[in-house]
């Protein structure tokens, strides 16, 4: 029980990892999709270190619904069991409304961010020409475009490349797009 006048711990706490709207973000937080992620401070704490907060979380929102039923069980596992898949999860979302957007239209494409190769670490046209290599038709490609896109986000907020490193690899994609 709050005291009259008094904001829940829980607002204070998304005041203290830098939330906008501390209001909204409770509200988001206590949607019922959301009922496994709520009490989770680790959670809290990456939203916190992503560059938009709020954003991260609409989107995580908007991921966690459009999951199918059997399967936002596995998701929220291993969102909150995995660091690295978090994180890059996290700081794309916070980072990109659009591929916020992307995810929530596609909501498989976050397997995509659960592992990482040796060969993903610096990918170039040949790798990205395998990523579109499904796409037979505009909106296929540019599914497939956006997913490759999702993983250079996800390196580079992550800080696993460099500015001159994510620009080639933009380069790159580009390159295997007009190819495809």
Same mark, same amino acid.
């Given at each position: 029980? +709050?005291?009259?006048?008094?904001? /829940?711990?829980?607002?204070?706490?998304?005041?203290? =990892?830098?939330? +906008?709207?501390?209001?909204?973000?409770?509200?988001?937080?206590?949607?019922?999709?959301?009922?496994?992620?709520?009490?989770?401070?680790?959670?809290?704490?990456?939203?916190? $270190?992503?560059?938009?907060?709020?954003?991260?979380?609409?989107?995580?929102?908007?991921?966690?619904?459009?999951?199918?039923?059997?399967?936002?069980?596995?998701?929220?596992?291993?969102?909150?069991?995995?660091?690295?898949?978090?994180?890059? &999860?996290?700081?794309? &979302?916070?980072? /990109?409304?659009?591929?916020?957007? =992307?995810?929530?239209?596609?909501?498989?494409?976050?397997?995509?961010?659960?592992?990482?190769?040796?060969?993903?670490?610096?990918?170039?046209?040949?790798?990205?020409?395998?990523?579109?290599?499904?796409?037979?038709?505009?909106?296929? &490609?540019?599914?497939?475009?956006?997913?490759?896109?999702?993983?250079?986000? $996800?390196?580079?907020?992550?800080?696993?490349?460099?500015?001159?490193?994510?620009?080639?690899?933009?380069?790159?994609?580009?390159?295997?797009?007009?190819?495809?």
């Amino acid at each position: 029980m +709050t005291v009259p006048g008094r904001r /829940s711990s829980t607002f204070s706490r998304l005041v203290r =990892h830098g939330f +906008t709207d501390p209001s909204g973000a409770e509200r988001l937080l206590d949607v019922p999709e959301l009922s496994a992620l709520r009490g989770d401070s680790v959670l809290l704490e990456a939203l916190g $270190a992503t560059a938009d907060p709020d954003l991260a979380l609409r989107g995580l929102v908007r991921l966690v619904e459009a999951q199918p039923e059997a399967e936002r069980q596995t998701f929220t596992a291993i969102l909150l069991s995995a660091k690295p898949f978090r994180d890059r &999860l996290l700081g794309v &979302l916070g980072a /990109s409304e659009a591929l916020g957007d =992307h995810l929530a239209r596609h909501p498989r494409d976050w397997e995509s961010l659960v592992t990482y190769e040796a060969a993903d670490l610096h990918p170039g046209v040949a790798d990205f020409e395998r990523g579109l290599a499904e796409a037979t038709d505009p909106v296929a &490609l540019r599914v497939a475009y956006r997913r490759c896109l999702l993983a250079i986000a $996800a390196r580079d907020v992550c800080g696993t490349t460099d500015v001159a490193q994510a620009a080639a690899e933009l380069a790159d994609l580009a390159t295997a797009t007009l190819r495809a």
